[in-house]
């Protein structure tokens, strides 16, 4: 088990194993299924991964891929998205799920990272999907009224795609998006692979406002997450294969950024490393996935996990 604390110099994560093959307690109300947690990995009766979580109105909401690869399939398939939300991250709601490939007509398949953010009433939620007609990955946008939706494509094309991005010459450099919306209201998207790439948006959320900007950071590999405390900006990441988290530190949401150390270490049974970091009620918390569930395919059969950060 590593210990963990956040300060400005260090920046850990909590990790509980022991309890990884626990049971959840399931129960179906309205169609909702409600989940009784008794330690990570939080969900034992689907595969989870690749998490991005907010906390609105009370209560967390937790947004993840869905691994539905066959046991002797070395490869990630992934076409829907799932949605949980919970008010005391022990009983959790798991609700329909609330956006799928299909609802991106322009899309081709893999159901890859995400994330959900508020603005204005509505929800955002930016996702890493393949494009059906421009090769590579791609980023799309669906909105909703509610956090748990149902969402629906916000543009009908994608927001980034594999053509616009040069600084590597992958198909799947465009993806793992993440935004931060700045003290100022500025939004800011962050995504990618072995580059990262960020650009301004505009208040829709829909459009980018203004050029693409490759990040300067140090050992990047995908998964960037950005969060502000105290003045300064974090910028934490994937890093090396199998991954990773690592982060960095800035003054200014431009950089530069400086790198400070592992927040994660491998991610048990897992080759990638995917996380989220929230506040909710008075409390930090590091959300993040690992292969505890499938002892020989952990890598596509992933699972989320939730540990406390401590200040």
């Given amino acids: 088990m590593l210990k963990a604390a956040i300060t400005s110099v260090l920046l850990y994560s909590t990790i509980f194993s022991s309890v990884a093959l626990a049971q959840n307690q399931l129960t179906n109300t309205k169609g909702d299924t409600i989940i009784h947690t008794t330690g990570n990995p939080l969900f034992k009766h689907l595969y989870t991964a690749d998490p991005g979580a907010m906390a609105y109105n009370g209560r967390v909401y937790l947004y993840t891929g869905h691994d539905v690869a066959p046991e002797n399939f070395n490869d990630y398939q ?3 998205w799932q949605c ?4 005391d991250m022990v009983n959790w709601t798991q609700h329909k ?3 799928n490939v299909k609802d991106f007509k322009w899309a081709k398949d893999d159901a890859w990272a995400s994330q959900v953010i508020e603005r204005n ?3 955002y939620w930016y996702v890493a999907i393949e494009h059906a007609t421009i090769p590579g990955k791609a980023i799309g946008v669906a909105v909703s009224d509610s956090p748990t939706g149902p969402f629906t494509d916000a543009r009908g094309s994608a927001l980034v795609t594999n053509d616009m991005t040069k600084a590597v010459k992958i198909r799947w450099d465009d993806i793992d998006p993440t935004v931060f919306i700045d003290d100022d209201g500025q939004a800011y998207l962050f995504w990618g692979n072995s580059a990262c790439y960020s650009a301004k948006l505009k208040p829709n959320m829909t459009e980018l406002d203004g050029p693409i ?3 300067k950071v140090p050992r990047f590999t995908e998964a960037p997450w950005v969060h502000k405390r105290k003045g300064w900006y ?3 990441y994937s890093t090396e294969f199998p991954e990773k988290t690592c982060y960095a530190m800035s003054k200014s949401i431009n950089g530069p950024w400086v790198y400070k150390g592992i927040i994660n270490e491998i991610a048990g049974n897992s080759n990638t490393n995917h996380h989220a970091i929230i506040d909710f009620k008075g409390k930090h918390y590091f959300v993040y996935h690992n292969g505890a569930l499938s002892a020989r395919f952990g890598s596509y059969h992933r699972s989320v996990c939730i540990d406390e950060l401590f200040l």
């Fill in 78 to 80: 992934m076409h829907d």
């Fill in 213 to 215: 900007q490759t990040v």
């Fill in 121 to 123: 009433g509505k929800f």
């Fill in 84 to 87: 949980f939300s919970s008010s």
């Fill in 97 to 99: 799920s609330p956006l």
């Fill in 234 to 236: 974090y910028l934490s």
